[in-house]
């Protein structure tokens, strides 16, 4: 079992800078590919960034390549997402989650595992 608990969330303008962190329990977490979604208000959740175990292969959604670049410590149980030159559209509550699979992808029902999300607000 795994839980995951994300921070790093809040208010920023368009244009600038945040990075969130997904803290996970449990002694495997190197063992599990990791993901963050998204969902904006009236909006289906949606993918934004997966990594895998070992952090030799990342999936990022269209929508935020360039932009955003996810990573993990795994001595620190934690996987990160900065996210530069945000847009008034990134205005959602961001989840991070875990699968089994050695390379996760952007389909949701493959993440076992879901933290509760942190909200990101980006003004305009």
């Known amino acids: 079992q795994v839980q995951l608990q994300e921070s790093g969330g809040g208010l920023v303008q368009a244009g600038g800078s945040l990075r969130l962190s997904c803290a996970a329990s449990?002694?495997?977490?190197?063992?599990?590919?990791m993901g963050w979604f998204r969902q904006a208000p009236g909006k289906e959740r949606e993918f934004v960034a997966a990594i895998n175990w070992n952090d030799s292969t990342r999936n990022y959604a269209r929508s935020v390549v360039g932009r955003f670049t996810i990573s993990r410590d795994n001595a620190k149980n934690t996987v990160y997402l900065q996210m530069n030159s945000l847009k008034p559209e990134g205005t959602a509550v961001y989840y991070c989650?875990?699968?089994?699979?050695?390379?996760?992808?952007?389909?949701?029902?493959?993440?076992?595992?879901w933290g509760q999300g942190t909200q990101v607000t980006v003004s305009s």
């Open positions: 449990g002694r495997t977490f190197s063992s599990y590919g």
């Open positions: 989650a875990a699968s089994n699979r050695a390379v996760p992808t952007s389909t949701e029902y493959e993440y076992t595992y």
